[in-house]
């Protein structure tokens, strides 16, 4: 990405700077802006899409990827920005982290060569001004100035700290301690960790948003620019674990906190709680004044890697830097996972050219979302690159459903799902690496939507531990309500009503319990219904969908064969388990009567004519009789009294061909073929049609025979071979005038019967 105006946007917190590059972003036909976190790039997604639409504005994360056909705008994480891609726009935020030792040399690659063609935008800290004029010549600085006043209070007891505030941690342990002490002395608090997932997060910030709870108790992950309606920011320590030594914060680090505080033009406040101490002064004055000292350096990686074998490539990122300014990255989370892969002699041996070793560098990518290099980390990276190592390359899909599956699990305490979330979210940037496995979009949703259920989970024992639940008025003695599709309580919108399940609003599973007692007894006398309803109530769309009356209740997949689909079930949490199973075996039943149609009567019938009547059935009510003996005159006729007519060389059901029947087919075979949801045809010539087109259009397999260039329906095929006017001189054309054919056309099927 290369060419255009590169201006730096710099300030301090609540200066405006991210909302100034998306409003610039938008203003050109495309863009891309990278931030730092995955919680921040889903909230400016949202900005985003509320602007331009789903459909014009991608999302690019490590663990998630929604990217519409044609998108216009690129919403991403500063590491996952795809900066091989032309925009007329590129905005990089909060740059001044290119200082940072463990991150920085990605933002410095992004400052250094990330450009839009017509305009980049460089978003952060003024102490980056020197730095980025020495290192960008001809740069546009803009300085912008704090929208509201950020002002020093006292210290307090952390159980005074004033309401619509933050406090502020640097441990997990510590978190909880707060939040215990914050529920005993005001009811409760929302949680915010850098572990959640963003629906966990988000429905977190929702009870504190919404006013339910009056204190938020997090980490320094709130201090990366997202928005919250947040006066006052409360310091519980001011030490923190870098991920190398436990240190103090520096100066810009405690703005970048305190900086939450005061939205917009309304002013902010911060303090340190008595546990933590006072601030030292000199910190305090910059901090209320912004003004930090310069950056002097950032750290850099090089980019050029050697990819011919692994010591080269390990050689090539130990380079040296390339100015004065630059300092170099060393012992990155990365390269400490190749170090441990290089310790396997035998796949360093494996490991050559650059396409094994670029697979290999991959692989090191993985993220050890848990932030520590273990042992089991370690194994399982050299795991990935063995497959990656052989054959195509793929990850076997019941290796990668093995480590899934054993996540699916919504017990446990908290730090328990956090463990699982943060394993779920190394399968689900796995499942957005290319080619990587098969089936990818299909392992993409099923870490989507397990990440979902844990992260429900996980909300529901953070509220349950950390607030009140009778200092949330719609709990208390609340009942829910069904309006259309919708549930509501307490004139809140609280999910979607489907029948016999309710699909929770964000931020609403903690009222599972108020749902089910209101609506339960209804859901389960409607399911008890459906399964004693006529089979006239029951019937199956062309997309392979089962309703009963109004009620979508699951979706045809392949079974053990044509004429026994399996059925997917849509949810029904809201019925007894034994009730749902006995409308589950009703639906079965159904399913299989739809598929094969009635039953025949075989009694009386010799072993021949039964194996006919078994092989229509199988068929759906067309068959091949090739591979049957051949039949008395006496057993066809018996078969006619039944209801089937045999010819030559096929047998069908009287009304096999009228329009129903042949849908039943239609639709089942394309279960069966896994095509459930494409169009199927519904109009084209009742005889014939070209023999290519018959194997891409989802007919039933046996309702033609192929016939030369042409497939022919079977019950006119046969009709061709008992026509004389076909068997004479004039063949072709009474076969192009039976089958409403061109002539040479006609001519081929003449041969292909006489074959």
């Given at each position: ?209 919404a006013g339910d709870v009056q204190h938020l108790v997090a980490t320094d992950a709130i201090g990366m620019g997202l ?269 979607r009503w489907t029948g016999l399940s309710w699909q929770p609003a964000m931020g609403a599973t903690v009222l599972r ?243």
């Open positions: 990405m290369r060419g255009g105006l590169v201006t730096a946007v710099l300030g301090p917190t609540n200066t405006g700077k991210t909302h100034r590059a998306i409003t610039a972003m938008l203003d050109y036909p495309t863009g891309m802006i990278g931030v730092p976190l995955r919680l921040l790039a889903r909230e400016v997604y949202d900005r985003v899409v509320a602007a331009r639409g789903p459909d014009a504005v991608a999302l690019v994360t490590g663990e998630e990827k929604r990217i519409p056909a044609a998108p216009k705008y690129f919403v991403c994480t500063t590491e996952a920005m795809p900066v091989d891609r032309s925009v007329h726009f590129v905005a990089v935020d909060e740059v001044q982290l290119a200082a940072d030792r463990h991150r920085g040399h990605v933002f410095t690659e992004r400052l250094l060569h990330a450009r839009g063609e017509v305009e980049t935008m460089l978003l952060g800290s003024d102490s980056m001004a020197p730095l980025l004029q020495r290192a960008l010549p001809g740069i546009r600085v803009e300085r912008r100035q704090r929208l509201s006043t950020l002002s020093w209070v006292e210290e307090h007891k952390l159980t005074a700290t004033p309401k619509r505030a933050a406090i502020v941690c640097f441990s997990v342990e510590q978190v909880y301690e707060v939040a215990e002490r914050i529920r005993h002395a005001h009811g409760g608090a929302a949680v915010v960790l850098g572990a959640l997932s963003p629906r966990t997060r988000n429905a977190q910030v929702a009870l504190y948003q928005n919250l309606d947040v006066a006052h920011v409360a310091f519980q320590g001011k030490r923190k674990f870098d991920g190398t030594r436990s240190r103090e914060l520096t100066a810009p680090e405690v703005a970048q906190i305190a900086g939450r505080a005061g939205r917009f033009t309304a002013d902010g406040t911060f303090s340190a709680t008595r546990e933590c101490g006072p601030f030292d002064a000199d910190v305090l004055a910059a901090v209320t004044s912004h003004q930090f000292p310069p950056v002097t350096a950032i750290f850099w990686r090089n980019p050029e890697l050697d990819l011919r074998s692994i010591p080269a490539l390990r050689q090539s990122l130990a380079a040296a830097p390339p100015a004065r300014w630059l300092i170099p990255a060393h012992d990155e989370e990365d390269e400490r996972a190749l170090a441990a892969l290089a310790a396997d002699p035998a796949l360093v041996a494996r490991a050559k050219g650059t396409d094994a070793v670029g697979r290999v560098w991959e692989v090191c990518g993985i993220p050890d979302f848990r932030k520590t290099l273990t042992d089991a980390h370690a194994r399982m990276l050299a795991e990935i690159v063995a497959f990656r190592l052989t054959g195509e390359g793929t990850i076997p899909s019941d290796w990668f459903a093995e480590r899934v599956r054993r996540l699916d699990r919504t017990e446990g305490d908290l730090d328990t799902l956090m463990a699982r979330i943060a394993w779920i979210r190394t399968w689900t940037y796995v499942a957005h690496q290319r080619r990587w496995l098969r089936e990818a979009d299909h392992w993409r949703g099923e870490t989507r939507a397990i990440e979902d259920r844990l992260s429900d989970a996980l909300h529901e024992r953070l509220t349950a531990r950390f607030v009140d639940r009778r200092a949330i008025a719609v709990v208390g003695g609340a009942r829910a309500e069904v309006t259309g599709d919708g549930v509501w309580v307490a004139g809140e919108r609280v999910g319990g108020v749902v089910e007692r209101s609506l339960g007894g209804a859901a389960e006398a409607r399911a008890e219904a459906l399964a004693a309803a006529d089979d006239a109530a029951f019937r199956v769309e062309d997309d392979g969908r089962v309703w009963v009356d109004d009620l979508s209740l699951g979706r045809l997949l392949p079974g053990p064969s044509l004429g026994e689909p399996s059925v997917a079930f849509a949810t029904m949490d809201l019925i007894p388990a034994a009730v749902a199973e006995r409308l589950r075996t009703r639906v079965r039943a159904w399913t299989r009567r739809w598929a094969h149609g009635p039953a025949f009567d075989d009694f009386g019938l010799s072993p021949e004519a039964r194996a006919v009547l078994r092989a229509v059935t199988r068929g759906l009510g067309v068959a091949s009789l090739d591979a049957l003996a051949p039949l008395a005159r006496s057993d066809r006729s018996a078969l006619h009294r039944r209801g089937v007519v045999v010819g030559a060389r096929y047998g069908w059901r009287a009304d096999a061909f009228a329009p129903e029947p042949a849908r039943v087919r239609a639709v089942a075979a394309a279960v069966w073929r896994g095509q459930a949801g494409v169009p199927l045809p519904r109009t084209g010539p009742p005889s014939w049609f070209s023999l290519a087109a018959s194997t891409s259009q989802g007919w039933a397999p046996n309702d033609y025979a192929p016939l030369g260039p042409l497939a022919v329906r079977v019950d006119r095929a046969e009709a061709l071979v008992a026509d004389p006017a076909a068997a004479g001189p004039g063949g072709p054309t009474a076969v192009a005038r039976a089958l409403g054919c061109p002539v040479p056309e006609a001519a081929a099927v003449l041969r292909a019967l006489r074959g």
